[in-house]
Structures are given as C-alpha cells and as structure tokens.
C-alpha cells in the first residue's frame, strides 16, 4: 500500500501562489508516475498537472504557465506550485500515485485550495 500525505492548501488571494506537497511513503511499487487531480463542487475530478517516471509532464491547456509539477525522487515528494491563482482554481486537490505496470493508482485525502477574488 502507497499511503500519500499531501500538504499546503489553504485561503489564498486571487494573484497569489501556493505550493502543495505530497510525500509517498508506505510499501510501493515502482513509480509510474505522480500527478495533482482538482475537483470544484458540482465539477468531476480534473487533471492539472502529472509527472512522469522519466520525468515527463503534462499539464491542461488551460493551466500551462501558471502551475508546475516538480518531484524529489530522494524523498518521495511531488510538489505543484500555483502561480497566479484564480477564484475558479479553487477546489480540492488530491495527490496521485500510480504504479508501473499495474497502473494501479493511490490517491491521497485532498488538500482544500480557496482562492478568493
């Protein structure tokens, strides 16, 4: 089991940054790849950003230039900093795992993101 602990939500202005972590710790299996999920209220689970085993990302149209994933492989740790925040970012931000070959996928509890205008 992957357990992953994710931190760094919070309220945050319209303009301003916020940067979330998420540790993986527990009995894994080989990375595949780590990625940030959002969901509004009322919306389905998007994907803002993903990074994978060779270090490759990728992002939605809509949020290139504004958010970056990054991952210290020495500490289990992917990191999303959020640049130039809008109200309509805001949601709940789960942490992904998944593994290679199984493709089966952790998540982590979500970290709530409040952006107000």
């Known amino acids: 089991q992957v357990q992953l602990v994710e931190s760094g939500g919070g309220l945050v202005q319209a303009g301003g940054s916020l940067r979330l972590s998420c540790a993986a710790s527990?009995?894994?299996?080989?990375?595949?790849?780590m990625g940030w999920y959002r969901q509004a209220p009322g919306k389905e689970r998007e994907l803002v950003a993903r990074?994978?085993?060779?270090?490759?990302?990728n992002y939605p149209d809509s949020l290139k230039g504004r958010f970056t994933i990054s991952r210290d492989n020495a500490k289990n740790t992917v990191y999303l900093q959020m640049n130039s925040l809008k109200p309509e970012d805001t949601g709940v931000y789960y942490c992904?795992?998944?593994?290679?070959?199984?493709?089966?996928?952790?998540w982590g509890q979500g970290t709530q993101v409040t952006v107000s205008s």
């Open positions: 990074i994978t085993r060779s270090g490759s990302t």
């Open positions: 992904n795992y998944q593994c290679y070959g199984s493709g089966r996928n952790y």
């Open positions: 527990g009995s894994m299996c080989t990375f595949n790849s």
